[in-house]
């Protein structure tokens, strides 16, 4: 038994310390290549994981979901940050025109797409909700690897935010939709859980982000200690999950809450900051690990008609919520760009739909995971770019 012990502990420490050193080499390399953190990341961990070296033990591979929840919530946090006053007094009319847009038309086309491929109907309305979501994580990391502090990164970051809360919202009409189209009809439960999902992570996030805003950073003056920080993340987190409300949505809000009221914080968010960079390390290495790279051969014409249709989505939907909130030029051409990459929200939307339309689950599955794999590896690369396109840009 000791000695199993050990070699548990001798696992974890290796492939900890590897994934770091290598996190560290790859962060240097991005400064001198075309390809972000997130991108190269993915790649690693790819190769490393089990579909080629194999070298990522069990002990990791089983415990991802826990660490991609615990990457995610940080993510979240530091978003809702974002969510200041003066910030949503700048961009609120453009992030929400441009975020609307960037959820809709995605939708939209992604279910024209599949219709005129004789996909049925319920499975096109699906489809084009999973389309919806965007990967809060990989943009974070680009906007926060490349350094660019203008307008267009912080109306980015801003509609991150926004845009997975429409994706939720139009899975709980999708999937009720599908439900009526595949005669359940009268079963209005569906919309009433998404509801809950979000209704409840915002009433979660405020019940712990008012008192957080008055009561942290007061044993070290000014400044939230490290243990404040991930005690109250690590909380929210918890109680969403036990909940079974959107640990995304609550974390959010809890930041946003904590940014707008603590006044007595020089900055809350210095603690995470300091700590959220490894877990997005081993989140991106283990992420890579994860793709399932035989999905790529099973999605044929329909999976890259939804690529096509979700990128063309993404960039006429921004481009249109810019012109119609009179957003910046860059906006207007570079924010749909910049919202390509797709993951654990949509595949999570896709798990949840299949579990309660098995006989879709072939369909929908492969292409979700299929296109997830490609948005993953490719998106951070545009948003990168848009990013060093705007004006303002410190690359």
Avoid at 32 to 43: D, V
Avoid at 70 to 79: A, K, S
Wanted: glycine share 10%.
């Amino acid at each position: 038994m000791e000695l199993e012990s050990t070699d548990l502990s001798s696992q974890f420490l290796l492939t900890i310390g590897g994934i770091l050193l290598v996190g560290l080499l790859l962060s240097t390399v991005t400064q001198r290549s075309f390809l972000p953190r997130a991108t190269l990341l993915l790649i690693f961990g790819a190769f490393i994981g089990e579909g080629f070296v194999g070298l990522i033990p069990e002990l990791f591979t089983d415990r991802f979901e826990m660490i991609a929840d615990m990457t995610l919530l940080m993510v979240g946090f530091l978003l809702g940050g974002k969510l200041t006053a003066n910030t949503l007094r700048d961009h609120s009319a453009r992030s929400f025109s441009i975020s609307i847009c960037a959820a809709l038309l995605p939708a939209v086309l992604v279910c024209l797409g599949m219709l005129a491929m004789g996909v049925k109907i319920e499975i096109a309305v699906l489809l084009g909700c999973f389309a919806a979501a965007t990967a809060p994580a990989a943009i974070f990391d680009v906007v926060e690897e490349t350094g660019v502090r203008n307008r267009f990164a912080e109306l980015l970051l801003l509609i991150v935010v926004l845009d997975d809360i429409w994706a939720l919202l139009l899975f709980g009409i999708g999937m009720a939709v599908a439900t009526s189209l595949n005669g359940m009809a009268g079963d209005n439960s569906i919309l009433m859980l998404v509801f809950h999902e979000l209704g409840g992570a915002v009433m979660l996030g405020l019940a712990i982000g008012l008192p957080a805003a008055f009561l942290t950073g007061r044993i070290k003056p000014g400044q939230p200690m490290l243990s404040e920080a991930l005690g109250i993340v690590f909380l929210c987190g918890g109680l969403a999950l036990w909940l079974n409300v959107s640990y995304l949505v609550a974390a959010i809000v809890m930041g946003a809450v904590i940014a707008n009221l603590a006044r007595h914080h020089e900055y809350p968010f210095h603690a995470i900051e300091g700590i959220e960079s490894l877990f997005m390390v081993v989140f991106f290495v283990l992420a890579g690990a994860s793709l399932e790279f035989d999905a790529l051969a099973a999605v044929g014409a329909i999976g890259v008609v939804y690529i096509l249709c979700r990128t063309a989505g993404k960039y006429l939907g921004a481009w249109l919520g810019a012109l119609l909130s009179q957003a910046e030029k860059a906006s207007r051409h570079w924010m749909g760009v910049a919202l390509l990459p797709q993951a654990g929200v949509a595949i999570g939307m896709a798990l949840v739909a299949s579990n309660r339309f098995p006989e879709y689950r072939q369909v929908m599955l492969p292409i979700v995971i299929a296109s997830t794999v490609i948005f993953e590896i490719f998106g951070p690369v545009f948003t990168r770019l848009a990013l060093q396109r705007t004006p303002g840009s410190l690359e």
